[in-house]
């Protein structure tokens, strides 16, 4: 049974700005796991749409759960990877959760639905 659906649409310049000024922001959103992908790549634009896609999986998770980001569940309660075939998946307790992340030059997107099990 469908529990909920989230999506979030942000943009990559808005990432690369916060990135420029919040040195830390990628420890801030990203698991450890997460982290170590990041630092994988070595372009920085790359590294602004890994995270930009990141943040959009994780705000798009917090809405089809129903509890947005904050009190009930952290960008760090979020753990966000990837499959052998290169899809997304997020594991969380209770629920079978469908990922899509995708982006442009522009913006990253994500769309989550969670299922009940």
């Given at each position: 049974m469908i529990y909920g659906i989230g999506i979030d649409l942000i943009e990559i310049g808005r990432i690369k700005t916060l990135m420029e000024r919040q040195k830390k922001l990628p420890e801030r959103i990203?698991?450890?796991d997460e982290l170590?992908?990041?630092e994988s790549f070595s372009h920085e634009q790359r590294r602004a749409e890994f995270l930009a896609g990141r943040f959009a999986c994780k705000e798009a998770f917090s809405k089809a759960l129903g509890t947005g980001l904050g009190k009930h569940v952290s960008f760090q309660d979020i753990n966000?990877?990837?499959d052998e075939?290169?899809?997304p998946y997020i594991r969380y307790e209770g629920f079978k959760v469908h990922v899509s992340i995708t982006h442009t030059e522009n913006y990253?997107?994500?769309q989550v639905i969670l299922e009940k099990m």
């Open positions: 990203l698991s450890k170590t992908k990041f966000c990877q990837n075939l290169g899809r990253a997107a994500s």
